[in-house]
């Protein structure tokens, strides 16, 4: 299921199919004798006559399928239940248990809770904006006097309970524009009026009842209000109208359908889990990182926030040097030139920070490629030397809409573990090989699971068609090989070339995009860039842009939540607390301290005079690894009572003993 975006909102509520494409209500169509074939899903075809309804065919296959059926998909075009079918079609008829069903399913809880918000608050009371369906949910933004707050959901909640239990049939009436103009014109809806005389002149209006609720809308939707079976409305914001900051503020309702109780269940449960694990949240706790309004979406990483990210750096340097790799650093801030000559400038001037220095005016880097080119171009080479694998960290800037920042999911400046590989043409299916390998071997450490999705051509990409075609086959031909499943993402490529994308999947099942690599034949042609070949004449490479992480910091935010703050030892901010038992151990416990740090251990030390259960509850609330309790007993014997985060007590151990237990997980990546 597809989330609408802005331009898409309004074609929710309504039409705009041509003029040829018109339908009429199924109550104005005159049933024919005549038979029509009706190729069905499974590809079979069945003649019936002329007038059936999608329902009427759904039933006539299987019982089962006429009670589970909700509309229908004719020669493309979304229909409802009772559309009338006049001559031969393809049909594909939709259930609850299809993207397609759930989308229906929610556009038309969305309408019942219009519904309700009418019949609680007056129907002259509330001015309806749009109500589209989004990723896992819904909402309806409305102009109502009442500023609505959480407490006022469970009321709507319990309309809306009643306006399912009186199973209101669904029906769609086509009106001219006209009559849409007079109707809403009637009620004082200012929003529906503008959308109306926002449409063209061709466009086909539709408005869907259900009791004495009415709304302009393109559908389609349930047969009846009694189909919906499980919902919860979430939550309430602020929205401007159609997203322009010019127009006045609605208020937004949050709320969230499914087809069956156990599947809501399920999902409030993930959105409870997904509170709890909110990195913002955590990182706060944790004493991760913090943003100030000095910076905004600019993350300040404290102590142990730092200690994640040279951790995260340090494992990704040692794999890429294992593997050939060579670390570069290139400067922040370059001549605006190299922008517009790599094509940066065009595509991405918006998103960029200027400055003028010495009467010319800089950037600061939104990507690393460019000054990487510029390396490559600082030096003559022999197609022995090829492939030529450079990385950096490098720290990007990226001016994002404050309303868009997301704690360091979405920031203005975020540290990018980018790799150019310089390859001859001959060389790039094997590379790109092992950069697939390379990636999943890293993210099998993190235990993530993960999708691959094959961006192509966009709109505004540079280069021929040839090249673009060239460059598609070859990521396509090494993913076939390796018999991964992946699937295409038409038009998402880079402006400069396509990409592999990998999507991971975090504990909570949700994806994120963050590894990706990108073939790219321009920006060695707008650089010039050049080896010497064996035939000793000057060749291109070819370009590899290739991140495993993408972006640090969001890759530590997707961390935070994905482990819910407790960081596997080798990662963890502090691996061991110490905790003696009352102020006689301190010494016994600083003395193990300089153990443990002589061993490379992250520990802490717990002086404070408070009783030991206080003690470790704080260390659990921590999500340390491990802590070690320092006693008498413990002191005598050189020794620790261990407790491990989520497990508790794991008996007496030598702290010997204990260090090379830590160092081998540590070394093991646990």
């Known amino acids: ?220 939707h349930l047969p009846s209000t009694g189909r919906i079976k499980a919902f919860k409305l979430l939550n309430v914001a602020g929205a401007y109208w159609r997203g322009n900051s010019d127009n006045k503020m609605l208020q937004r309702i949050y709320g969230t359908a499914f087809p069956n109780k156990v599947q809501l269940d399920e999902h409030l449960h993930m959105l409870e889990e997904a509170k709890k694990r909110d990195h913002r949240k955590l990182g706060k706790e944790l004493e991760l990182f913090m943003f100030s309004e000095e910076a905004p979406g600019m993350p300040f990483y404290l102590p142990k926030g730092m200690t994640v990210r040279t951790e995260l750096e340090q494992f990704s340097r040692e794999l890429q040097l294992q593997e050939g790799y060579q670390e570069v650093r290139t400067p922040l801030m370059m001549n605006n030139r190299l922008w517009e000559q790599s094509g940066h400038w065009e595509h991405y001037k918006d998103n960029m920070y200027f400055s003028d220095v010495d009467d010319a005016t800089f950037a600061l880097k939104p990507m690393n490629c460019p000054g990487h080119m510029l390396i490559f171009k600082n030096t003559l080479h022999s197609y022995r030397e090829l492939p030529i694998r450079m990385m950096e960290f490098g720290q990007v800037h990226r001016h994002e809409f404050s309303g868009a920042l997301n704690g360091m999911m979405r920031v203005r400046t975020f540290c990018q573990d980018d790799a150019h590989l310089y390859v001859m043409p001959e060389q790039i299916e094997d590379e790109i090989n092992q950069a697939i390998s390379l990636i999943g071997r890293m993210y099998d450490i993190f235990g993530f699971e993960y999708k691959i999705e094959l961006s192509t051509r966009p709109e505004d990409s540079m280069g021929s068609e040839e090249l673009w075609d060239q460059a598609e086959r070859a990521l396509q031909n090494v993913l076939d090989r390796r018999g991964v499943e992946y699937r295409i993402n038409e038009g998402d490529g880079a402006f400069y070339g396509p990409k592999i994308d990998f999507h991971i999947l975090d504990a909570l099942k949700r994806s994120w995009q963050c590894g990706t690599i990108q073939l790219d034949f321009q920006m060695p042609e707008k650089f010039d860039l050049t080896y010497i070949g064996e035939d000793s004449l000057k060749h291109r490479p070819v370009v590899i842009h290739r991140a495993i992480y993408g972006s640090i910091d969001r890759f530590i935010g997707i961390l935070t939540e994905h482990y819910a703050g407790a960081f596997p030892l080798w990662l963890a901010p502090v691996q061991v607390k110490l905790l003696p038992v009352s102020d006689h151990y301190a010494d016994y416990a600083l003395q193990v301290q300089s153990q443990l740090r002589a061993a490379g251990i992250r520990v802490e030390t717990d002086l404070r005079s408070e009783k030991l259960g206080y003690k470790i509850r704080e260390a659990q609330m921590e999500k340390v690894p491990y802590s070690l309790v320092l006693g008498e007993n413990e002191k005598n014997a050189s020794s620790a009572s261990v407790r491990a985060y989520g497990q508790g007590d794991q008996g007496i151990q030598h702290i010997e003993a204990f260090i090379e237990m830590i160092q081998q997980d540590v070394k093991a990546k646990v």
């Open 1 to 220: 299921m597809s989330k609408p975006n802005k331009s898409s909102q309004v074609n929710e509520q309504v039409s705009s199919l041509s003029s040829n494409e018109r339908s009429k209500p199924s109550n104005d169509l005159h049933q024919s004798s005549h038979s029509i074939e009706v190729r069905l899903q499974s590809g079979v075809v069945r003649s019936y006559e002329a007038g059936i309804t999608v329902g009427a065919v759904a039933s006539s296959i299987s019982t089962s399928l006429g009670k589970q059926a909700i509309g229908g998909i004719v020669d493309g075009q979304n229909v409802d239940l009772d559309r009338v079918l006049k001559q031969d079609c393809e049909l594909f008829i939709v259930t609850l248990d299809s993207a397609e069903g759930l989308y229906r399913y929610r556009h038309s809880a969305a309408h019942v809770l219009a519904q309700a918000l009418k019949r609680i608050y007056g129907a002259e009371q509330v001015k309806l904006g749009i109500g589209p369906v989004i990723e896992d949910g819904f909402y309806y933004d409305v102009d109502l006097e009442h500023a609505l707050s959480i407490s006022d959901l469970a009321a709507i909640e319990r309309e809306m309970n009643k306006i399912i239990q009186e199973n209101q049939k669904i029906s769609r009436r086509v009106v001219s524009r006209e009559e849409a103009l007079r109707i809403f014109g009637e009620i004082q809806d200012p929003y529906k009026l503008e959308l109306i005389r926002d449409l063209p002149e061709d466009a086909e209006l539709s408005i869907y009842d259900q009791g004495e609720f009415f709304d302009l809308c393109r559908g389609p």
